[in-house]
């Protein structure tokens, strides 16, 4: 079994910057397509941003420009930097990474959400 956990997630002004993390627990695990959605309320869930194993980039039209997707995978981490933030986009994040265990298929995993608010 694979747990992701994300933090980073706060209140911040208009134009800030935050910073997510999400951090892959578990044991004989190997991450590929890792990921970052968000959901605001009464919306449905979107892709923000995503990032292969190679490390190979892609973003929702909305944030380019102003979010950066990483990973670390000597960590299991993937991270999500924040710039320029707006108030639309305040939403919950959630962490999403296709995962194969030894011995097993591949499976996709969800954290359980970082809240993002941005308001003055």
């Known amino acids: 079994q694979v747990r992701l956990v994300e933090s980073g997630g706060g209140l911040v002004q208009p134009g800030g910057s935050l910073r997510l993390s999400c951090a892959a627990s578990g044991s004989s695990f190997t991450i590929y397509n890792m990921a970052w959605y968000r959901q605001a309320p009464g919306k449905q869930r979107e892709l923000v941003a995503g990032v292969t194993k190679s490390g190979s980039t892609n973003y929702a039209d909305s944030v380019k420009g102003r979010f950066t997707i990483s990973r670390d995978n000597a960590k299991n981490t993937m991270y999500l930097q924040m710039n320029s933030l707006k108030p639309e986009d305040t939403a919950l994040y959630y962490c999403?990474?296709?995962?194969?265990?030894?011995?097993?298929?591949?499976?996709?995993?969800w954290g359980q959400g970082t809240q993002v608010t941005v308001s003055s």
């Open positions: 999403n990474a296709d995962v194969v265990l030894v011995g097993a298929s591949i499976r996709n995993y």
